[in-house]
């Protein structure tokens, strides 16, 4: 525990970081408290109010109104719930199975086990990840459920590229060698001995990659196969409003920024996090 | 290794994966539920049209059989027929794809000639302002979705400014030169016609950097971390105590060395200009592939999606060999490492 002031003076040596963990805790909460803080929960959803459509961002509405009458601003809040869930879920569909294959393959480097499963990870990233996840998304019904299960089918080969890298050269490490001469099992080797210290890249780039899933994420309810309308998917809402550009700017323009604000801030945590654990290599 | 089987054992690779990508690509085709046959001929058609559309199909047999009958008749470029537009999907592909490959020419131009002028310059000037600036910019680069760049560009440039056009591949008085190979602006030029090449460009440019903004900021702080490491070595310092002007230093020692991980990055961002143009052909209303591939999702036209992804995957795969030949051009310590190349 001791090591937790010095940690922090690391990752707080760069103001960035620090600006990222705060963005990242302010949108935290506020899409796990959204039906407390946004000025109008009820707007969430299907809700129709036309004396107040189309109003320009102003004080009673911070953020304007879409051609509904609903607030953008708790529609954000509420849309932020969608981009958290969708980040959390996918990471913890793919981190496991993902990195378990990646042990498994840099473990038995040269084997046929390290050719199957490097073989098929790169079938995986022949293909643009977006694009593979748009085409299940489409044969299955377009929901947020199905959008999180096809971005985790396109998303586990990265952790399992990433780890192969890592346990291969560890592999020919001291203490592995010590393991195995002291008739350590397999399992053991890999979980005990090489997974610990994998954790810190695995860290960063969860981090990292919690943007880039809720980006992803965004991206497919843009096109209209992730979150569906009335639910306030933020992608949803940049499409929905890009119909009445330029005169209604803000209903599309402020969820897109959202997004940009959620994926710098995962972005700058985990350049701080990365930061973090490289000097603690040193 | 020579050259010549390291080409080999890569084309060898990509055939592997392309295999690969076929099954994958048959199987999305085939786990949706619902009979394609019925999809295709719709709710109301009889029975016995279904039926024959099923052996047609091969829907009768075993998956791997209809997987071999599928392959085969995409190895000789027959997709089947789109539910949307109602022809051969290969006749679609090749009207829409010109449109795509130009837009992505371009974009991927400015992501490579921009991203490593940006991280020159930032590189040179190292923690001055001009360098915090391109840091900024390339931060918020990478981090914004390429639809909100066409967006914002859109509204920006489009419809306040109003100094670009918003829409489609040319203005509605410009008549499109014929058709040779598809793109515009080449075809304009090998035809003469350049009142319609300008016009062309000029249409490009908005979704082109749209598409190449995430892309450019990635190469440009990539360019700039190997540019900044490599002018600590040992190797630039004589060279600076011999005298030699920082400009051909720069020029001559400097960049073909740090180029090799930014030329090797613009491989794999080619697959983010190509999953982005999804989104951005959509928003300026271009008539390329990925327009194309999103109705065909949005319909379940099951044909027309799975050759899109096809095609795409060839494509992100040639690039990648290509970005290869030339990294190894750039790096001759590349071609005599032995193992996976990566």
Known sequence: MENLGRNWYKFSRNPMSIVGLC????????????????????????????????????????????????????????????????????????????????????????????????????????????????????????????????VSLMWWPWYTRLVYGLASTL???????????????????????????????????????????????????FVGLGVQPPKPGLGTMVSDGARYLPDQWWISVFPALAIVVVVLGFNLLGDGLRDMFAAEEV | MSFFAFLVRRAIHSIFVLLGLSVVIFVISRIMPGDPARMAVGARAPQWVVDNLREQMHLDEPLYAQYYYWLRDALHGDFGISLVTRRPVADDIKEFFPATFELALLAGFINGAGGIFLGTVSARHKDKWID????????????????????????????????????????????????????????SLLTGNLTAFLDALWHLILPALALAMGGLAQEARITRSTMSDNLTKDYI????????????IMRKFLLKPSLIPTVSILGLDFAATLSSAFLVELIFNWPGISRYGINAMLRKDLNAIAAVILILGVVFIVVNILVDIVVTQLDPRIRLAPGRGE
Not at chain 2, 135 to 163: E, H, N
């Open chain 1, 171 to 221: 592999r020919n490490e001291f203490f592995v060698n010590s393991a195995e001469a002291l008739g350590a099992s397999k399992f053991h080797i890999i979980f005990r001995e090489i997974l610990p210290n994998c954790i810190s890249p695995i860290f960063t780039k969860m981090s990292l990659d919690m943007g880039w899933v809720i980006l992803i994420g965004s991206s497919l309810s």
């Open chain 2, 237 to 248: 310092a004589s060279e600076r105590a011999l005298g030699i002007p920082e400009k051909a």
């Open chain 2, 132 to 187: 915090n600036i391109v840091r900024v910019i390339s931060y918020l680069g990478v981090v914004t979705p390429s639809f909100v760049f066409a967006i914002l560009f859109l509204l920006l440039f489009g419809m306040a400014l109003k100094w670009m056009p918003t829409m489609g591949r040319l203005s509605p008085v410009v008549s499109r030169p014929p058709t040779i190979t598809g793109l515009i602006t080449i075809d």
């Open chain 1, 23 to 150: 963005t990242v805790s302010l949108v935290v909460f506020l899409a796990v408290f959204a039906p407390l803080v946004a000025p109008y929960p009820q707007h969430a959803s299907a809700f129709v109010d036309f004396a107040n459509a189309s109003l320009a961002p102003g004080w009673r509405y911070p953020f304007g109104t879409d051609v509904m009458g609903r607030d953008i601003l708790s529609r954000v809040f509420f849309g932020f719930r969608f981009s958290l869930t969708m980040g959390v879920v996918v990471l913890t569909l793919v981190v496991p199975p993902g990195v378990t294959l990646g042990l498994i393959a840099g473990y038995n480097q040269g084997t046929w086990l390290d050719t199957v499963i490097m073989r098929i990870t790169d079938i995986f990233l022949a293909v643009p990840p977006l694009i593979l996840a748009l085409a299940i998304c489409s044969v299955l019904t377009p929901n947020l459920f199905n959008a999180m299960l096809a």
